[in-house]
Structures are given as C-alpha cells and as structure tokens.
C-alpha cells in the first residue's frame, strides 16, 4: 500500500463546507488533487482550484496534514489542507467534476458520503478551531 500526496481546499461559506463529486463516484471530495512535479503544495491547489472551477483561490493559511485510507484506491493519503477564499464565481470546468455543493451539519441525512480524511480529519478540526459551527 502506497501512500497518495494531495492538496484540499477548505471553502467555508455562511457556515458550509464546499465539496467537489466526479463522474461516476458517489463520494465527495473537497476541491484539490496531486502535486505535478516541482510544486509547491500551494501552487499544486490553486492550479487545482482553476482548472477545477474556473477561479481562482486565495490560500489563507495551511491548516494541517490529515492522514486517513484513500477514498478510490488501496492506498493511504496524506491530504494537506488549507483554508481558501474563491476569488471570483465558481463554475464546474473541470470534465472530470459532475457536482459541486456546499453542505452543511446534516450531509449525512442527506446521503453524502465522504472519504475519511475528510469526516475523522478535517471536518472535526474545523468545528474544533471554530471555523465551523456545527
């Protein structure tokens, strides 16, 4: 089992939380993805940030790395998340990305799975330092 290093967005809006869901895959992810070779975690998520929708992001500050199972293969990611202001209206411009959505403390009555880094990780961390109120 390899390990997997990707860069998450925190998008916090009117106390939601932004997620991102691609074709085909019924857990939601938040904005982000692999680091291309010779960049730095916070090129890696505003280059994610626009390629995915069409924006840009303004990193406020890092917020952790958060380790967890990965959500669509057999393999352990360490996901390095900040806090991102969208500069801009965001819009789907990514081909892979179906959804995008911002939910709040009931996601899970309404059948939104997440993957691990994100419900053992990132979410009790942002209720934890207030930046969520849920």
């Given at each position: 089992?390899g390990?997997?290093?990707?860069v998450?967005?925190?998008?916090?809006?009117?106390?939601?939380?932004?997620?991102v869901?691609q074709?085909?895959?019924?857990?939601?992810?938040?904005?982000?993805?692999?680091?291309?070779?010779g960049?730095?975690?916070?090129?890696a998520?505003?280059?994610?940030?626009?390629?995915?929708?069409?924006?840009?992001?303004?990193?406020?500050?890092?917020?952790?790395?958060?380790?967890?199972?990965?959500?669509?293969?057999?393999?352990?990611?360490?996901?390095?998340?900040?806090l991102?202001r969208?500069?801009?209206d965001?819009?789907?411009t990514d081909?892979?990305?179906?959804?995008?959505?911002?939910?709040?403390?009931?996601?899970e009555?309404?059948?939104?799975?997440?993957?691990?880094?994100?419900?053992?990780?990132?979410?009790?961390?942002?209720?934890?330092?207030?930046?969520l109120?849920?």
């Amino acid at each position: 089992m390899g390990t997997i290093h990707n860069v998450g967005a925190v998008v916090i809006e009117n106390d939601t939380f932004l997620l991102v869901r691609q074709f085909g895959r019924d857990v939601w992810t938040s904005l982000g993805g692999h680091l291309e070779a010779g960049e730095s975690e916070e090129e890696a998520l505003k280059r994610e940030i626009r390629e995915e929708l069409g924006c840009a992001g303004d990193i406020v500050r890092k917020l952790g790395d958060f380790r967890a199972k990965a959500a669509h293969d057999d393999a352990e990611v360490v996901l390095a998340t900040f806090l991102v202001r969208l500069i801009g209206d965001p819009a789907i411009t990514d081909p892979e990305i179906e959804e995008l959505r911002f939910i709040g403390p009931d996601f899970e009555r309404q059948g939104i799975l997440l993957p691990e880094s994100i419900t053992h990780g990132v979410l009790p961390y942002c209720i934890r330092s207030g930046l969520l109120h849920w």
